[in-house]
């Protein structure tokens, strides 16, 4: 799965950021579980997760920049909270998905 960051200039996309989750180390994967604590969250509730993303912002800047390499913190103060939301809830969802199929398989 490809997670975009989108840096915006005004309503323009300025710049994209790619990754792929294929790439995430289990570190990545718990950092943001951890973080986020979305467990503890009512699912889909954006508003909840766009709350919790923006008091963590100062432990999720560094976290964005290793996952998405070469984008600057002038950068991330021009990506949108949505799309970062987005990004986080894609995560999430790719942990549980892999995390899941490990346990189906025994391994």
Request: net charge negative; aromatic share 8%.
């Amino acid at each position: 799965m490809e997670i975009k960051l989108k840096i915006y200039n005004g309503n323009t996309v300025e710049k994209e950021y790619t990754a792929e989750t294929i790439d995430f180390s289990f570190g990545v994967v718990e950092d943001v579980l951890d973080a986020l604590d979305l467990e503890n969250m009512k699912t889909g509730n954006k508003a909840e997760l766009a709350t919790v993303i923006i008091k963590c912002s100062k432990q999720l800047k560094p976290f964005l920049k290793d996952l998405f390499e070469g984008v600057t913190d002038e950068e991330l103060r021009s990506a949108r909270t949505s799309n970062i939301i987005q990004i986080f809830k894609d995560i999430y969802s790719y942990a549980v998905n892999e995390l899941g199929t490990l346990n189906k398989s025994g391994n």
